[in-house]
């Protein structure tokens, strides 16, 4: 529909002749239509409040977030929204609408997304950019106390928040995990049919957000603006908005972005109480900024191509790149020197058929340079995990199949199989046991509805990780150095049982000869001193690294928590200064509500501590650890001074971070801890 045709949209009365007369006079004017009503067309001398990377332009656009990288802004409307006619009684209706445009610095990647929202106040300084959209923090996020409502506008799919894609708009209650969610787009007025819309094509575009106090029912529809808005809502969902929402709420809009910029513009934003908001007039509404595209040729081509000649290139091409598609897309790699691990290695074709494609809906998550995919082997009638590795170097390619191959005969109950491998131009997949409960570290910082692990799991996870370990180092016919023990490495099978996962950065060594000096790899907050320092991985570096995952089970903290104002609190000393001063079992993770064995978690808070001491000539071996665990010895007796000692000179996090702010070095393969 044109932009003309949608003027006839607009109600023909008296106010409505005096609201448009207003607006072609004040174009940024914001028009108090009654309490609780407002209208922007444009921001100029409004009353609105902004903040973060949040400025209105000279022109009157509201730009909310820049191409600045890891920024957040904010705008509210400067007074407050009487939601409740009277204390304990329902939120009554309300509609608001938005005109705003997304233009990214590179035309097929957003960052991160818009939402609007109501807030009990104003005052969301605590909120994080990236993917919590300027609205909640790793703390909040899931926390019904914030009471936000928020419909979000994303534009990058985030697996932490179970997105369904790159391109969609969410509702939010208190939690960035969408009630509901549906790819932009919206329906047909005429044909009924579903239209898809690009969020970041740099085109204004329209969303209007209706919920409806008596049905109980949130609707939001979506729509280029030069239409008018579509009958079918592209989500509607049944929910009280009265168990969420304050009586008196802040309106307001925010935006955030990433790794990358992306420039959030609002041309017009109106908010009505009991009552639709009115059409935009047109005209009034500043303008986007022009996308810079390449020169058009057109005038360098003195007449267009004929369609016949343009349609028999197109076939041609087509029918080639089919043709050479069908030949590439179960090509594999294979050398001579693979046929000695013949019986190791697995079909490509099986593994794309497993799992149908690689398709993102078989995505168990990604990390670094891999993404990992459950799958299924209709032959054997087994479930998978597929780890998809980039792997471009062609150097050291035998070695390190020939150690996958030999870790592959690593057979321990607290061990991940490793099924095989399959090799193809760049990329490396390898194939473990699927284990179904996923990852430990999603039960100790997952979503806040995910269970929580008793005292009786947890201990039994750090044992079964350290019988794991002692298989490794002593009981198998080779050395084996995990080097990146944590707890998004232990994946938990049906019955909740640990098993050390994820034998990418490990090595292998005979018995009886010296550790070899190599990159330096691993995860921050997990590194032992001597191996920050000489590079020199050794069974007493997984053994700190395990002294780390044991105080991370038992205290539900992360090795390294970022603080607001940038500080660092590392687990290890806060854990030392809380038994120094007589209250150790205070570092027990709070969600156990004190229901926990006194002795056991004496135990795992001090072996924790004597693990990562800094000296390796004090950290026990793995076959001490057991003996400890299982009470076969008595635990040495150490104080919180000995514990203290030398630590914090020793403290690799500041090697570490002298050539790696954000954690990651992918040089030398280090990641941040997670």
């Known amino acids: 529909m044109s932009g003309d045709n949608r003027r006839c949209f607009l109600p023909v009365n008296l106010f409505s002749i005096i609201l448009v007369i207003t607006s072609i006079i004040f174009p940024s004017f914001s028009t108090a239509i009654a309490n609780g009503q407002f209208e922007y067309y444009g921001f100029v001398n409004s009353s609105v409040i902004v903040d973060g990377a949040a400025v209105v332009l000279p022109g009157g656009l509201l730009l909310l977030s820049n191409n600045t990288a890891e920024m957040k802004g904010h705008v509210f409307h400067r007074t407050p929204i009487r939601l409740r006619k009277s204390p304990n009684t329902t939120v009554q209706s309300f509609s608001s609408s938005l005109v705003f445009g997304i ?20 005052d969301l300084s605590t909120a994080l950019a990236s993917q919590f959209l300027g609205l909640f923090n790793n703390s909040n996020n899931g926390d019904f106390s914030t009471r936000i409502f928020a419909v979000e506008i994303d534009t990058i799919l985030n697996t932490e928040f179970e997105d369904i894609d790159d391109n969609h708009i969410g509702i939010n209650i208190c939690d960035l995990h969408s009630v509901a969610s549906h790819p932009a787009g919206y329906y047909d007025n005429t044909t009924g049919g579903f239209r898809n819309l690009s969020l970041i094509s740099g085109e204004a575009m329209q969303i209007w957000i209706d919920y409806d106090g008596v049905a109980k029912r949130i609707d939001v529809a979506l729509a280029p603006f030069t239409m008018a808005k579509p009958t079918k809502p592209l989500l509607s969902v049944s929910y009280d908005l009265s168990a969420v929402l304050t009586d008196v709420a802040y309106v307001g809009l925010s935006a955030a972005t990433g790794t990358v910029g992306s420039s959030h513009y609002v041309q017009g934003w109106s908010f009505s109480m009991n009552g639709p908001t009115p059409p935009f007039f047109t005209a009034k509404l500043p303008d986007l900024p022009r996308i810079a595209r390449k020169a058009s040729r057109s005038k360098v081509l003195p007449v267009i191509v004929p369609i016949a000649t343009a349609t028999f290139v197109f076939l041609v091409t087509l029918a080639v790149f089919l043709f050479v598609r069908m030949r590439l897309k179960f090509a594999e790699l294979r050398e001579d020197w693979e046929i000695e691990f013949g019986p190791h290695r697995l079909s490509f074709k099986d593994l794309y058929f497993a799992t149908e494609g690689f398709k993102n809906n078989h995505l168990l998550g990604t990390g670094g340079f891999e993404r990992v995919y459950k799958g299924f082997l209709s032959k054997s009638k087994l479930q998978i995990a597929v780890k998809k590795v ?12 020939a150690e996958v191959v030999s870790i592959g005969r690593l057979r321990h109950r607290n061990i991940v199989k490793l099924l095989g491998y399959c090799r193809r131009k760049g990329e490396l997949l390898l194939v473990y046991d ?25 201990f039994r996870i750090i044992k079964g990780v350290a019988s794991g370990l002692l298989y490794l180092h002593g009981e198998w016919e080779q050395i084996v150095i995990h080097r990146d023990v944590k707890a998004s490495n232990v994946l938990l099978d049906e019955e909740m049982n640990a098993r050390l996962g994820d034998f990418g950065l490990a090595r292998l060594y005979d018995h009886g000869t010296d550790m070899q000096t190599t990159h330096l790899v691993g995860t921050i907050g997990y590194l032992a001193p001597e191996l920050v320092r000489r590079g020199k991985a050794s069974p007493l570096t997984d053994v700190f690294a395990f002294g780390i995952f044991a105080l991370e089970v038992t205290c539900g903290r992360r090795p390294i928590e970022h603080k607001m104002n940038s500080d660092k609190l590392l687990l290890v000393d806060w854990v030392i200064d809380l038994w120094h001063r007589g209250s150790i079992l205070e570092a027990m993770d709070p969600r156990l509500q004190s229901e926990y064995n006194d002795d056991e978690a004496f135990l795992a808070l001090k072996l924790g501590l004597l693990c990562s001491h800094p000296l390796p000539t004090v950290r026990p071996s793995m076959w001490h650890v057991m003996q400890y665990l299982k009470h076969d010895l008595p635990f040495p007796e150490v104080t919180p001074a000995d514990m203290m000692q030398n630590r914090r000179v020793d403290s690799p996090v500041p090697y570490c971070q002298s050539v790696a702010s954000n954690g990651t070095i992918t040089m030398s393969g280090l990641s941040g801890g997670r």
């Open 103 to 122: 233009i990214p610095p590179y035309t097929d990647l957003g960052a991160h997304g818009m939402t609007f929202f109501v807030a009990p106040s104003s």
């Open 390 to 401: 980039s792997h471009e170097s062609s150097q050291g390619i035998r070695e390190f199949v």
């Open 434 to 458: 699927y284990m179904p409960n996923g990852s430990l570290d999603k039960y100790l910082y997952g979503r806040s509805n995910r269970q929580v692990l008793d005292w009786v799991q947890r």
